[in-house]
């Protein structure tokens, strides 16, 4: 005769718990894509006066077409032209003067889908990205990462500065 | 010869299930760690995009949510199908954002507020003229930190 408490419905409770936290709890995926918006003033910025050479228009209209610097696109080109802008690798006369001066400005339709404009977001962050990657394994011998020292980091960010500029949107496609 | 023939017979082929529990046990606490329990249940349709140039966002509580999609098909015969915005669990319209991230701001410690991140997370499939409106009430509330909430692409 064993004094013992049956201990194999334990398991049952155990799993009834563990059924109810997975069906309750989400595993969350929290990332995307970290943006900081510039404060809030009531002029417009001028972007008449910079040179037209260091400007790097990207349009996006309501049927999420792009129009980038006068001409069409398509956002799987983006990344390199973009990158080919702000580098200007070959010193072409029609490409920004230097990194330092070179500015994205984004227009989008309130037509545009979200979608679309993430993704060329996401393209221009990502030609940044390259290039900041690239000048850190250059100078650091290291690619390009969170983890650098805040002083590397700085010393990248001052070479190749990420200006991107988001104008108000036009709306001529703004659904009904 | 005795030696090895003693147990024959006698032994009890059972396999210990007390353990079990504990091991059930262990599962639980894993996922009652890694997963956060569901705070506001979602009243518009939310798909994220995919996108690959992402950070991670580090302290659950800095960070406050701002759901933008189509109304489920059991709100759209109140809300309507057009895109909509939802703060904590319930509809909002842009005019209420700056209160809400008041409140948020109120259960943070001081020093950590400059680190406030809103979160936006938006449908893939609306159109920008609400977002833009959120994004013009974030900057006037000088709430600028702001990250697109995107996963992803499995395909990839």
Do not use: C
Request: charged residues 30%.
């Amino acid at each position: 005769m064993k004094n013992e408490i049956n201990a194999g419905s334990m398991a049952d409770i155990a799993f009834l718990l563990l059924i109810f936290f997975l069906v309750t709890t989400t595993i969350v995926e929290d990332k995307g894509i970290t943006v900081k918006l510039p404060p809030w003033s009531e002029e417009e910025p001028d972007i008449q006066k910079l040179k037209e050479r260091n400007v790097y228009s990207v349009l996006v209209n309501a049927n999420n077409q792009l129009l980038v610097r006068g001409e069409q696109m398509r956002i799987t080109d983006l990344r390199e032209n973009a990158k080919e802008f702000i580098a200007n690798p070959r010193k072409r006369p029609d490409l920004s003067e230097k990194p330092t001066m070179a500015i994205i400005s984004l227009k989008n339709d309130r037509g545009t889908e979200y979608d679309t404009y993430l993704q060329v977001y996401n393209e221009l962050k990502g030609a940044y990205n390259e290039l900041w990657d690239e000048l850190a394994r250059r100078k650091f011998g290291v690619p390009y990462s969170d983890d650098l020292p805040l002083a590397q980091r700085k010393a990248i960010k001052d070479e190749i500065p990420m200006v991107l500029s988001e104008a108000e949107p036009t709306n001529f496609g703004e659904e009904q | 010869m005795s030696k090895f023939s003693k147990k024959r017979g006698k032994a009890d082929p059972e396999v210990s299930t007390a353990s079990l529990p504990d091991i059930i046990f262990m599962l639980l606490f894993f996922f009652m760690v890694v997963t956060v329990l569901r705070d506001a249940e979602l009243k518009v349709k939310v798909v994220t995009p995919f996108a690959t140039e992402l950070t991670k966002l580090e302290e659950k509580s800095l960070v406050n949510y701002v759901y933008i999609g189509r109304p489920m098909p059991k709100y759209q015969d109140v809300y309507g199908t057009k895109p909509r915005m939802q703060l904590g669990d319930k509809f909002a319209t842009v005019a209420e954002i700056p209160l809400f991230l008041e409140k948020h701001k109120v259960k943070v410690p001081e020093a950590k507020r400059p680190k406030i991140t809103s979160s936006l997370r938006v449908d893939g499939e609306v159109t920008m003229g609400i977002v833009q409106d959120v994004k013009t009430e974030l900057r006037k509330a000088g709430q600028l930190k702001v990250n697109y909430s995107a996963k992803r692409d499995p395909k990839k």
